[in-house]
């Protein structure tokens, strides 16, 4: 039920019709309804008359019926059937569209017996009815009357349900949406003052028009799918849901009665309040029983029931079953992972131009939205969040989040989050809040220093500018005095500036390999010095790493910035892990699979791509170096390790303290666990690992949460062997080392020069050089 008219123009129209002649045309229309609405143009004596019907004709007949709004619902393939699990529903209307056949023949029964019994006999407009209303109005009585009937009624609907969509339209306050909203409901429903009878005549064009377009079975279909049933509950379907927990075909004479009662006045005679707003301390349940009895009275009289289902349904209570739809993300088990979907929707330009289109998308579009999440996955990583990490702390805002990301594709699988979540909240210092850890700007969050898990980004840039991970660099703590960055300015130390390694530890001659295993700041900063800083910048930004907040790349000009000073996102990261397990391909993070519309058309969605972001050969050769994360007593991340014959590689990360992360992956899953403070109340510092949770301090419980989600990740995605590094970036090579020169022979001596170390294996560090670290490994960035 369609077509081109335009609703807003119609209203203006009608709006100029008022005072006198309104009431003539009314009342002359009202003469020669069976006329006017078979044969318009019919003689009369009257000018007056004749103007009337003119003018009545001449009113726009073609009513614009644009598509309901309906719930948006967000769903999730269960792995175990391959069946999609629905999460939750986002709405303004809570509407199921019903055809014919799924509701009970009783509701229809019940519905024309109260509000239109002549409805299969007349032409749009009841001639007797809008007769008496005539009368009445004649005699002075209130608001105009017109004998409305359920085309009338539906009618009224749809420019009401019109004005509701023109106004979310707008980019409006929401004071302001709601001052928009009541006015046009009061400009499409008013029968008062003169304006009521342009109104009336208006509708009336509107529902002849529809009674010859349209089948009564079409009409009265139509009309139970708009009309409102109390709040936002609209629809046979949603009402028979909500209010008796059956779907419409399953409904009861008793049932049907109070339905059928309610559209009179809905929020009246809706049965899930105790008291009503509008009417004082009235007790909805009387009002509505007495509504029901008049419907059932009306039933009778119309032969629809017999005298003893009357008794039988007139001695009945009314027996509730309130079921409230399961609506919005607090209403759900993955919460942060719904925010997140949500987040994007109202974000991404795939869902509208603008905002307010976006958030139209939302609550009223009917879209499907297929996410990515892994229930098994997401199941586990809650629970190991719950187990491990507190709600808050009281001293400091506190988070932690796990995230899964499947390198293949760039799904995120799983998002769980340590605090309790709620809409719209945006709060960093308390249990409960709407940001979503994991995200960005889309999400609410400026992201959160990485820590050494950030030197991903110098050591693709090491082995791009064509270093070994076995070169021996001077990995001894020394003043840095000069950074180059080709792009964003170079750094100069104006002083002593420096940042030392872990408790202070002593650096030593070694390489990548030792320096990555076991996270030493003063090696990478070494490292740092032979390279171009706007490398590491493109590196991160290509594998999807820029400044949470938005502002744009990350910043590469400090000492820090080696390190992880810049504020990122978890899922940002994760990405970028999963993509050296891809072999070097970024498949951006999605957590959307597919949007269709209601009747199941797929729509566009946003903008994700997977391309060659890194060398094959440097991705395999870094996955190598980070192996060593996980091994040995050097490796930061060792007790991590889930020993289940997976291959694996892995990066910690700790910055100053308050932030502690560990990234592991398989070629088939990553699997990030971050810990940190969100917001420091005081001007301390605070320092995770002096603040413990169940016997354990706060910055090594990263460990137990990764081992535990990256052993069921291991499980459900089973990881293949991780590819071979590059054998020319594998290379010992040792810049310090300068062999003796050879002394040239003077016949005295046969001997010769010291041969230099093997080049199969790069050099221990000396016996005094580091081991691993009896507490939490690597210095604030560890």
């Keep these: ?324 739809p399961k609506t919005g993300c607090a209403a759900t088990s993955v919460q942060y992972f719904c925010a997140y979907v949500t987040s994007v929707i109202q974000n991404d330009p795939a869902f509208g131009k603008t905002a307010a289109d976006r958030e139209q998308a939302l609550r009223q579009g009917g879209l499907k939205v297929y996410t990515t999440l892994d229930w098994r996955l997401q199941k586990v990583a809650q629970k190991t969040v719950t187990k491990y990490a507190p709600t808050s702390q009281s001293s400091f805002g506190y988070g932690a989040t796990i995230v899964n990301v499947q390198p293949s594709t760039g799904d995120i699988l799983s998002i769980a989050q340590n605090t309790k979540y709620s809409a719209g909240g945006s709060s960093t210092t308390s249990s409960q809040t709407g940001i979503v850890y994991a995200g960005d700007h889309w999400q609410g969050s400026t992201g959160f220093p990485a820590g050494s898990s950030f030197k991903l980004f110098t050591l693709l840039a090491w082995l791009q500018a064509g270093h070994s991970v076995n070169e021996v660099v001077n990995g001894y703590p020394r003043i840095i005095p000069h950074l180059t960055n080709s792009c964003q300015g170079d750094w100069n130390n104006s002083g002593t500036e420096s940042i030392p390694n872990y408790r202070n530890e002593a650096g030593y001659y070694g390489t990548p390999m030792q320096f990555t295993a076991q996270s030493l700041n003063s090696g990478y900063l070494s490292m740092a010095t032979q390279l171009d800083m706007c490398n590491v910048m493109k590196d991160a930004t290509k594998l999807g790493v820029t400044l949470a907040d938005g502002s744009g790349p990350v910043l590469m000009n400090t000492l ?84 289940d014959g997976t291959p694996l590689f892995a990066k910690t990360g700790t910055n100053n303290g308050d932030q502690t992360w560990l990234i592991t992956s398989s070629s088939a899953m990553t699997s990030l666990v971050w810990s940190g403070v969100t917001n420091n109340r005081g001007d301390e510092n605070i320092d995770l690992f002096h603040h413990f949770y169940r016997g354990i301090d706060l910055g090594d419980i990263r460990y137990p949460m990764s081992k535990a989600i990256q052993t069921a990740a291991d499980t459900y995605y089973p990881g293949a062997a991780l590819d071979k590094p590059d054998p020319e970036l594998m290379t010992y090579s040792n810049p310090y080392y300068t062999p003796p020169v050879k002394k040239k022979s003077d016949g005295k001596s046969k001997g010769s020069a010291s041969p230099a170390p093997s080049t199969s294996t790069a050099p221990a560090p000396p016996a005094s050089g580091p081991t691993k670290p009896s507490g939490p490994p690597g210095h604030g960035h560890g």
Aim: hydrophobic share 40%; net charge neutral.
């Design 560 to 643: 820090g910035s080696v390190i992880g000073s810049n504020a990122v996102s978890p899922i940002a990261m994760a990405g970028a892990y999963a993509a050296i397990a891809n072999h070097g391909v970024f498949c951006q993070p999605r957590a959307i699979a597919r949007v269709t519309d209601n009747a199941g058309k797929d729509l566009p969605l946003p903008d994700r791509t997977c391309t060659q972001a890194i060398d094959p050969k440097i991705a395999a050769t870094a996955a190598y170096a980070l192996q060593g994360v996980l091994k040995g007593p050097m490796g930061t991340a060792t007790p991590a390790n889930p020993h």
């Design 1 to 324: 039920m369609a077509n081109d008219s335009q609703p807003g123009k119609n209203r203006t129209v009608a709006g100029v019709l008022g005072g006198v002649l309104g009431l003539v045309a009314l009342s002359a229309v009202a003469g020669l309804l069976i006329s006017a609405a078979v044969t318009p143009a019919v003689a009369m004596t009257s000018a007056a008359a004749t103007t009337a019907i003119d003018t009545f004709d001449n009113l726009p007949s073609e009513l614009q019926i644009n598509p309901l709004q309906l719930p948006t619902t967000l769903y999730a393939k269960d792995p175990s059937t391959g069946k999609y699990q629905e999460i939750t529903k986002f709405y303004d209307q809570n509407r199921v569209p019903v055809t014919w056949k799924q509701v009970a023949p009783v509701m229809y029964d019940a519905i024309i017996s109260s509000e239109d019994p002549r409805f299969y006999d007349e032409g749009g407009i009841d001639v007797l009815g809008t007769t008496r209303a005539l009368l009445s109005n004649l005699r002075g009585n209130g608001n105009i009357q017109g004998g409305s009937t359920i085309s009338q009624q539906y009618v009224k609907n749809v420019l009401v349900q019109d004005c509701y969509a023109t106004v979310d339209s707008k980019d409006l306050a929401q004071k302001q949406k709601d001052a928009a909203i009541q006015d046009c409901y009061n400009q499409a429903t008013d029968d008062s003052g003169p304006g009521g009878y342009a109104r009336k005549l208006q509708e009336m064009r509107y529902a002849i028009a529809i009674a010859q377009q349209y089948s009564k079975n079409d009409v009265l279909l139509a009309y139970l799918n708009i009309a409102n049933f109390g709040g936002q509950t609209y629809g046979i379907e949603a009402a028979s849901e909500y209010y008796f927990g059956v779907h419409a075909s399953q409904l009861n004479l008793s049932q049907a009665a109070t339905l059928a009662g309610m559209v009179q006045n809905p929020n009246t005679f809706r049965i899930d309040q105790k008291t009503s707003k509008t009417n004082g301390d009235a007790n909805h349940y009387a009002q509505t029983k007495q509504r029901q009895e008049y419907v059932l009275g009306r039933m009778l009289d119309g032969g629809k029931i017999s005298q003893a289902q009357y008794q039988a349904a007139m001695k009945a209570p009314i027996v509730p079953k309130i079921t409230p």
